[in-house]
C-alpha cells in the first residue's frame, strides 16, 4: 500500500514522464541516454518523496541539472552517431527525420548550457525568468547562451539548406 507521497510521486511519474523524456530526449540527443537521465531523475526524485512539494518544478530542475552535470560521468567520451532511427514500414518520413537529424546533430555541437536553454526557451516556452529559475542561474546569463546558440545554428552550414526550406513552408 502506498502512502500519500508515493500514489501522488506515482501519479506524477504517470501523467508527466512523457513530457520529461521529451525534454531529455532533446538534451541528450539520444533515445537511451535520454531515458537514463530520466530514470536518473525519477529515482532521485522517489528517494526524496514527501519532502517535494512542487514536483513538476523540482523534476524539471534536477533533469537540467542533471544534464548538465553529466559531462563528468560515463558519457563523456561518446559521439552522437549519425544513423538514421527505424521509421515504420510503408511509410515515408525521410525528410522528417532528415530534419530531426540534421536539428539534433546541430544541438548536440552547442555547449550543453546553450543546447538546456534552448530546450527551456523554445520547446517547454519558457519565459527567461523561468529559465534562469530552473537552470540557478542569471536572466542575462540565459539571453547571452541564447544568442549565442542561436548565432551558432544560424551559422552552421549543414542547417542552411533546412533553413531556407522552412521559409517555403
Given at each position: 500500500?502506498?502512502?500519500?507521497?508515493?500514489?501522488?510521486?506515482?501519479?506524477?511519474?504517470?501523467?508527466?514522464?512523457?513530457?520529461?523524456?521529451?525534454s531529455a530526449?532533446?538534451?541528450?540527443g539520444d533515445?537511451?541516454?535520454?531515458?537514463?537521465?530520466?530514470?536518473?531523475?525519477?529515482?532521485?526524485?522517489?528517494?526524496?518523496?514527501?519532502?517535494?512539494?512542487?514536483?513538476?518544478?523540482?523534476?524539471?530542475?534536477?533533469?537540467?541539472?542533471?544534464?548538465?552535470?553529466?559531462?563528468?560521468?560515463?558519457?563523456?567520451?561518446?559521439?552522437?552517431?549519425?544513423?538514421?532511427?527505424?521509421?515504420?514500414?510503408?511509410?515515408?518520413?525521410?525528410?522528417?527525420?532528415?530534419?530531426?537529424?540534421?536539428?539534433?546533430?546541430?544541438?548536440?555541437?552547442?555547449?550543453?548550457?546553450?543546447?538546456?536553454?534552448?530546450?527551456?526557451?523554445?520547446?517547454?516556452?519558457?519565459?527567461?525568468?523561468?529559465?534562469?529559475?530552473?537552470?540557478?542561474?542569471?536572466?542575462?546569463?540565459?539571453?547571452?547562451?541564447?544568442?549565442?546558440?542561436?548565432?551558432?545554428?544560424?551559422?552552421?552550414?549543414?542547417?542552411?539548406?533546412?533553413?531556407?526550406?522552412?521559409?517555403?513552408?
Amino acid at each position: 500500500m502506498h502512502t500519500d507521497a508515493e500514489a501522488g510521486l506515482v501519479d506524477f511519474i504517470a501523467t508527466r514522464s512523457g513530457s520529461l523524456l521529451r525534454s531529455a530526449w532533446l538534451l541528450t540527443g539520444d533515445a537511451h541516454k535520454a531515458e537514463d537521465l530520466l530514470q536518473t531523475v525519477l529515482t532521485e526524485l522517489w528517494l526524496r518523496r514527501g519532502r517535494v512539494e512542487h514536483l513538476d518544478t523540482y523534476a524539471r530542475r534536477m533533469l537540467y541539472s542533471t544534464y548538465l552535470t553529466w559531462w563528468r560521468r560515463r558519457w563523456r567520451s561518446e559521439v552522437p552517431t549519425g544513423d538514421v532511427p527505424d521509421v515504420l514500414a510503408g511509410l515515408d518520413h525521410a525528410d522528417d527525420v532528415t530534419s530531426r537529424t540534421v536539428v539534433l546533430a546541430g544541438l548536440a555541437r552547442l555547449s550543453r548550457q546553450q543546447r538546456a536553454v534552448l530546450v527551456l526557451r523554445f520547446f517547454e516556452d519558457r519565459s527567461v525568468a523561468d529559465t534562469a529559475a530552473v537552470l540557478k542561474c542569471s536572466t542575462g546569463a540565459v539571453k547571452t547562451h541564447t544568442s549565442r546558440a542561436l548565432a551558432a545554428l544560424r551559422a552552421d552550414e549543414s542547417l542552411h539548406d533546412l533553413i531556407r526550406r522552412g521559409g517555403e513552408r
